[in-house]
């Protein structure tokens, strides 16, 4: 969310748009797929409940609740033209939280980004 923030401040009077659109949780098959390894290691003893746990908390439904945020931005006219705004699983602009808002904590992530990338 912080390199979005940012990037989208950088590209005002551009004519260029960025803002997220946060997705919730959906039982997807990427994280159908993910390996054990991939769970904190207090985690991974309890990922076999996980696993079937998952298609009964988020269903085949909250694929579409999932995509709504996305589908939403995209294809509302009324949002041409806006810059730098976060949307929710309901597709409302909440505020952004304040460790995105924090300008060091951004000029920060985004040196260091600017350095992985060489």
Not at 76 to 101: C, H, I, K, M
Request: proline share 8%.
């Amino acid at each position: 969310m912080t390199m979005s923030f940012t990037f989208a401040e950088r590209l005002t009077g551009t004519g260029v748009t960025l803002n997220v659109a946060y997705p919730g949780h959906a039982y997807t098959a990427m994280n159908q797929n993910l390996t054990t390894d991939t769970y904190p290691v207090a985690a991974r003893p309890i990922v076999p409940f996980l696993r079937l746990a998952m298609p009964v908390l988020y269903g085949h439904r909250a694929l579409v609740k999932a995509s709504r945020s996305s589908v939403h931005l995209a294809a509302t006219p009324q949002l041409e033209g806006v810059n730098q705004t976060y949307f929710n699983t309901r597709s409302q602009p909440p505020t952004w939280p304040d460790a995105v808002l924090d300008e060091h904590t951004r000029d920060t992530i985004w040196a260091m980004c600017e350095q992985l990338a060489g």
